[in-house]
């Protein structure tokens, strides 16, 4: 399995720490009018060990890692380690100096983490969650860096700054579970489309009962299923957190996933085939499917409208609309 996003940079943080090296901990806690990346995105330095996770993919990252490097930071607090604000975008002459869009802004919390049990903990704690799929979140008290788990009560995409009722302001930041893909035949088209959506934080995996299909499709960290497709989608795809798409172009592979990913709270499901296709399989599953109005959730076509023809330019219209109805999915959770 590919380790996601989030995963990676907690996993890099509780590796440094468990060498006695310190690390600084940095986390987009909002964002105002266009920016490159959302709130919840981390990125963590190590004077040893270097860079995991990004923040805009530019010039905020250089000028972090300078003050980082040069002790600004820690001057600026005082040689207290607690966590601050930076400000990024606040002014046209920064949007300009750090290549932000018209008008984007984004506040990053920076924490300097020295290695102690309680911060080891603290990791190893967010790490195993995120290994084993789970949501879970850590909250950050912002006057003395105090650092708890938050396990009850939260929902996945939620990065936010609040007080209690002491006034006391803390940021609670919600990570996992990962994303998961399942591809439905091992079709080249599949084979593309595994290879690409592991670099879009996708846990990948591919079923097939056809064996001449399976015996040579390979894609390195991808899972492949040929059993029952009803036990496995009920079992390990059936909640939001996942993507379910038919791509055997074969309708005894095809239609016999779809109706069960159906019946699922996958956030897309999609069936590849011309119009003329898709518009007979809707047909067939009709008379196969509990709930008819649950086609409505199919996406087939799948993909968006680019004019792609070669399986990799397949697998790309494919993707780009996974990733915009995962998008989708986020925004209405921050709502």
Not at 33 to 40: D, E, F, H, W
Not at 183 to 198: D, F, K, P, Y
Request: charged fraction near 20%.
């Amino acid at each position: 399995m590919q380790i996601q996003s989030h995963h990676h940079v907690i996993a890099n943080v509780l590796k440094w720490l468990n060498t006695n090296e310190p690390v600084w901990l940095c986390t987009i806690t909002s964002t105002w009018g266009s920016s490159p990346t959302p709130a919840g995105t981390l990125m963590a330095y190590s004077s040893k060990y270097g860079v995991a996770g990004t923040l805009s993919g530019g010039c905020i990252e250089e000028d972090l890692l300078e003050k980082m490097q040069q002790g600004t930071l820690l001057v600026n607090q005082n040689h207290q380690q607690y966590p601050i604000e930076m400000v990024y975008g606040g002014s046209q002459e920064e949007q300009a100096k750090f290549v932000l869009p018209c008008g984007g802004q984004l506040h990053v919390l920076v924490e300097y983490i020295q290695p102690s049990n309680t911060s080891i903990e603290h990791f190893s704690s967010l790490d195993r969650f995120l290994a084993k799929r789970e949501l879970i979140g850590r909250k950050v008290m912002a006057s003395s860096g105090e650092m708890s788990l938050l396990e009850k009560n939260i929902q996945r995409g939620i990065t936010r700054v609040a007080s209690n009722d002491e006034d006391e302001v803390y940021i609670e930041h919600v990570m996992g579970p990962a994303y998961q893909m399942l591809l439905i035949g091992a079709s080249e088209v599949a084979r593309c489309v595994a290879q690409l959506a592991q670099s879009l934080d996708f846990d990948v995996s591919v079923w097939d009962h056809r064996e001449e299909f399976i015996r040579n499709w390979a894609v390195a960290n991808v899972s492949i299923y040929q059993g029952s497709p009803e036990k496995l989608i009920n079992e390990k795809f059936a909640d939001e957190n996942n993507a379910i798409i038919a791509l055997a172009h074969d309708p005894r592979v095809d239609d016999f996933a779809l109706v069960d990913a159906l019946s699922t709270k996958a956030f897309y499901i999609g069936a590849i085939g011309s119009q003329n296709t898709c518009r007979k399989r809707k047909e067939r599953l009709m008379n196969y499917v509990e709930d008819v109005a649950s086609l409505d959730k199919m996406h087939s076509p799948v993909g968006l409208d680019i004019g792609s023809k070669t399986p990799f330019e397949i697998a790309i219209s494919v993707l780009a609309h996974v990733i915009q109805e995962r998008r989708y999915l986020e925004q209405s959770l921050r709502k």
